[in-house]
């Protein structure tokens, strides 16, 4: 399969501790994204890298989150003392070119207990 | 923050032709507008995209106005399976970030 991976599919966890989340893009792909989906509403953006650049953040991206995509490969989504509204589903998504079509991943379903 | 407003909901028989439409009045000048599928527990999956006018595929068309502050994703002939969410994903002008629809809920009944 050479589509977006996503890992760990799910993961729970308790409030305060850290989480990271891992997204392999499709191979050829230098755009990748960011986006948070909670249960019945639409993706929210959180960030973009192009390449291992990270272009753009969203205010909803808090100082307790950080991504990174070294070597403009595989990106990580890491989340620091996690709180209860930090659950929700994390898509990552990749696309070839600017404006283009995003192919994203299975996401990430992350519950804080 | 402008929203991307759609309709909640839609309800469809097999065979019928479904058009959504999402408003989106503050697209950035040079973004596209794209409409995802996302099925419950999967991610989106791409549909078509357009800049302007009119645009068709082998699966939908999408019709764009001249001021690009709306676009309708039309569905030919729905089946049982295109019961899903769709989503429109423009460009806001003012952020320059990428911002989903509120999200459609089709539901197609036999």
């Known amino acids: 399969d050479t589509g977006v991976s996503q890992n760990p599919r799910h993961k729970i966890t308790k409030r305060g501790q850290n989480v990271t989340f891992r997204c392999d893009p499709i191979s050829e792909h230098n755009r990748l994204y960011w986006y948070r989906q909670t249960l019945g509403q639409g993706p929210e953006f959180l960030t973009y890298?192009?390449?291992?650049?990270?272009?753009?953040k969203s205010r909803l991206l808090s100082d307790r989150f950080s991504a990174e995509r070294p070597k403009g490969s595989f990106s990580t989504l890491e989340i620091q003392r996690t709180e209860q509204g930090d659950s929700a589903m994390y898509l990552c998504?990749?696309?070839?070119?600017?404006?283009?079509?995003?192919?994203f991943g299975p996401g990430t379903r992350l519950t804080v207990l | 923050l402008a929203k991307t407003t759609q309709p909640i909901s839609m309800d469809s028989y097999e065979g019928q032709e479904v058009n959504i439409t999402c408003s989106h009045n503050?697209?950035?000048?040079?973004?596209?507008i794209t409409w995802y599928q996302q099925f419950p527990s999967q991610g989106p999956r791409f549909i078509i995209q357009?800049?302007?006018t009119k645009v068709t595929n082998e699966v939908a068309s999408l019709f764009i106005p001249a001021d690009r502050k709306s676009s309708t994703l039309s569905l030919p002939r729905v089946s049982l399976s295109d019961t899903a969410v769709y989503y429109c994903l423009v460009g806001d002008d003012d952020t320059d970030k990428l911002i989903f629809g509120t999200g459609t809920r089709l539901q197609v009944f036999p």
């Open positions: 890298f192009q390449n291992e650049a990270q272009l753009e």
């Open positions: 357009g800049y302007k």
């Open positions: 503050n697209i950035a000048t040079n973004d596209y």
């Open positions: 998504a990749s696309s070839p070119r600017e404006f283009g079509e995003q192919f």
